[in-house]
């Protein structure tokens, strides 16, 4: 039986396993330098979601008791205008979001709240950034900006029982008056 050849007579020498560490070292380094760029270019454009807020959500959290809903703004869900803007309050429970349907004016920043008094739902307006996980006691709040007129359905995307499949809501976009 013959020996294997050496490292040296197959061409990988030191030298040559040196050259190739540094190549794949310099590959490595511009490769992160690109992400780098990319993210920073990302919350420059406004296309990063947490830092843009123009048609992406801000969310924000807080703790309430779902047993004493009906004191807080939870108790009559839907569009309020308060003297910071308008904000939407919007209930999840076994199956059903409420309000069940409701009118938003494009162009115009709305504060979105979402609760839960059961189980974990989820939130999520098709064709948009904002998806979020809505547990019982908490609060998800976020602030967003409908462009176009028209229809976005929101859905709940965590498995919630036997009739999540049918568990929507859906925000019609109004052209905004002038």
């Not at 308060?82 to 059903?96: C, D, K, M, P």
């Not at 900006?145 to 995307?157: K, L, M, S």
Request: aromatic share 8%; proline share 8%; hydrophobic share 40%.
């Amino acid at each position: 039986m013959a020996p294997p050849p050496s490292p040296a007579a197959s061409g990988l020498d030191h030298r040559t396993l040196e050259t190739w560490e540094t190549i794949w070292g310099g590959l490595s380094l511009v490769l992160v330098w690109l992400l780098f760029v990319g993210v920073i270019a990302s919350m420059i454009s406004g296309t990063f979601p947490q830092l843009s807020g123009g048609g992406h959500a801000a969310v924000g959290r807080g703790r309430i008791d779902p047993a004493q809903l009906e004191v807080t703004p939870f108790a009559r869900p839907g569009l309020v205008r308060t003297a910071q803007g308008l904000e939407l309050y919007i209930v999840a429970r076994s199956f059903t979001f409420t309000p069940a349907v409701v009118h938003v004016p494009a162009d115009t920043p709305i504060t979105v709240h979402v609760t839960s008094v059961d189980v974990v739902h989820g939130f999520q307006v098709t064709g948009t950034t904002i998806n979020d996980e809505i547990l019982p006691g908490h609060v998800a709040s976020f602030t967003v900006t409908f462009r176009h007129p028209g229809a976005q359905d929101v859905i709940c995307n965590e498995y919630c029982g036997a009739g999540h499949h049918t568990m929507m809501t859906r925000f019609i976009v109004d052209p905004k008056e002038n």
